[in-house]
């Protein structure tokens, strides 16, 4: 199975912050990688898929980037809705996996 | 607009079995596969299994193979997962989820989950 390893697991932010959240793979999967928000309490939400096509509706301050093994998800300025968990997943293949994810905290 | 509604989950004893019920709306239910995610209190997201938009193709995890089984019922807009041999690590929110597209294997839709539980 391929492993998608998140870094941070958990990162403390301001409002206004520039946040980063990378994603590595264990193998190449070219660009089958999508981004999901969790809030508590919330069923995740799609925020990126193709590692870097952004989904309808979503503010353009998420911006996903990478290819082959390594992926970043962008957040340009972190507004007080985005405090939430994220998490990366591959669908190069099966079975489909998820990154452990990481949770976002309001510093 | 989409919406997807679980049922079905409950309480239930180690070694048992549990059929999970999803009732789509909103969408074309026979243009797209449907997958069940799962998530245990407090852990991160576990992809169990995928239904193609006829049926006739489904993919499991590892850890439900031959104890768990994925079906639809077009006509009635309708997902299904059916769960035997039940064990304690299988404790978790369920979540019928739609694909982005008619095999695209991203999670572009989820209901708000069925909450299983097995304990004796």
């Known amino acids: ?107 | 607009e989409v919406q997807l509604v679980e049922s079905g989950g409950g309480v239930v004893q180690p070694g048992g079995s549990l059929r999970l019920s999803c009732a789509a709306s909103g969408f074309s239910f026979d243009d797209y596969a449907m997958h069940w995610v799962r998530q245990a209190p407090g852990k991160g997201l576990e992809w169990v299994s995928l239904i193609s938009r006829d049926g006739g193709s489904t993919y499991h995890a590892d850890f439900v193979k031959g104890r768990f089984s994925i079906t639809r019922d077009n006509s009635k807009d309708s997902l299904y997962l059916h769960m035997g041999s039940l064990r304690a690590e299988d404790t978790a929110l369920y979540y019928c989820v739609k694909d982005i597209d008619i095999w695209g294997d991203s999670f572009h839709v989820w209901g708000q989950g069925t909450l299983v539980t097995v304990s004796s």
């Open chain 1, 1 to 107: 199975a391929i492993q998608l390893t998140q870094s941070p697991s958990s990162l403390s932010a301001s409002v206004g912050d520039r946040v980063t959240i990378t994603c590595r793979a264990s193998q190449g999967i070219s660009s089958a990688l999508a981004w999901y928000q969790q809030t508590p309490g919330k069923a995740p939400k799609l925020l990126i898929n193709d590692a870097s096509s952004l989904e309808s509706g979503v503010p353009s301050r998420f911006s996903g980037s990478g290819s082959g093994t390594d992926f970043t998800l962008t957040i340009s300025s972190l507004q007080p809705e985005d405090f939430a968990t994220y998490y990366c997943q591959q669908f190069n293949g099966y079975p489909l996996t998820f990154g452990g994810g990481t949770k976002v905290e309001i510093k």
